[in-house]
């Protein structure tokens, strides 16, 4: 996982908590001593040691967690490639230009990282299906950001999220659907 994620996680955890606890799941995850950067690519097993521990300590599921950091990463996300986006995209067009925009990028600069492969189908102006695939089984994270999406083009009353498949797959189906405001 790449550490920027990390990082975000980090601040997400703090800002919907708090330090102390960070500082606990790091100790219940045993990376402690870890420093982390947002250069260096960390084992996956971190942040499914961090996000299993927050789970337990919440009661919230690991699924329903990622889901709420997805939506959580998108501002800063939007911020990182901003060079990349257009200014006529909004939530449908950024989910259809991921793959080969910003995934592209991070696997050009980051050779040992791997985000997840995203083939998105545009079934027509106002829906399309993605197929998310990642042996990291992180669905839910997608579906987080496709709402972080919504949210940050001020579509969220109007993006409709159905996961067909089970969102901790390695291959997770995901229709997006936008109901155009009235006269729109």
Known sequence: MHGSIIILLKRYVQTQYDHSTWVT??????ISK????HKTVYPDEYIYALVGHASAMTGVSAGELHERFGEYLVPD??????RLLR???KTLDMIE?????????????????????LDVTRIGPNELVIEY????????LAVGIVRGLANYYDEADQIHIIPTTSEDGEHVNIRVRRIPPRGE
């Open 25 to 30: 799941l790091m100790e219940l995850s045993g």
């Open 34 to 37: 870890v420093e982390f950067d």
């Open 77 to 82: 996300l939007m911020y990182m490639y901003q």
């Open 87 to 89: 200014p006529e995209w």
């Open 97 to 117: 230009h991921t793959e080969l925009t910003m995934h592209k990028q991070v696997r050009k600069e980051h050779t040992e990282n791997s985000p997840p492969v």
């Open 133 to 140: 695939v990642s042996d990291r089984r992180m669905g839910g």
